[in-house]
């Protein structure tokens, strides 16, 4: 979430160590990079410690991660530690307590999250942020903006795209953490029901957990509010009470704000 000018400042999780190394100067000819710590070794000696594995395998996998991750452009920079609720809002600081917690005591995590709230208030930057975390520690996870998703299911049905339904979801099922964006916001059809339920509950059977988004909330605002029941079905609504802790995030659109400049 950009910066508020009554926002808190949160640095509860610190940045990795830096260790990128200095600039190349340009050549007419590649020339390979190597390691200043194991110089292509593989395993790092520590001075009166031995040796061990090599810091530059860590960043290696974790940017191998970060790419099968799909992460959005726009949210690559989301973090835990540049997430600043604003002041005096108890939703969104409790939102990154959750959130914090949860990559902190992964694995021995058993439910997953339901951030539940309107627009531009955080809700996605938090969970890109979890990802973030998790892969930081080495852990397979995966973005998806559910109607995306969708989309890309539906094509597998053009045999023309030489794609088939399960090389679309196998990743879905199988990432050890997943986050599906925008829950609700397709119009719900029998197909898109069926398509929810299959997926979810794949991923509850296989204990995997997954972190949701959502801009529809439990109960109606207004009487012409649809709630989240009303757009994926009783059935779905009821299992994620039992995958997923739901937390309501509230607060002002903060996209509003780039009118006022």
Known sequence: MPSHSNAQRLAIVPDAEDFAHEPQAHSTSKVPVVCAFCYGAGMEVIPGKGARGCRCRDQNVQARLLESAHIPRRYSECSLSNYHPVSNNGTQLRAFNYAYR?????????????LMGPCGVGKTHLAVATLHGLIEKGIPCLFYEFGALLKEIQESYNLALQISELKVLAPVYETEVLVLDELGAVKPTDWVRDTMMQIINTRYNSRKLTIFTTNYMDEHREQKDEVLEDRIGVRLRSRLYEMCKTTIVEGEDYRHRFDEE
Request: glycine share 8%; proline share 8%; aromatic share 16%.
């Open 102 to 114: 949860f990559v902190r005591e992964y694995p021995s995590v058993d439910r997953g999250l339901l």
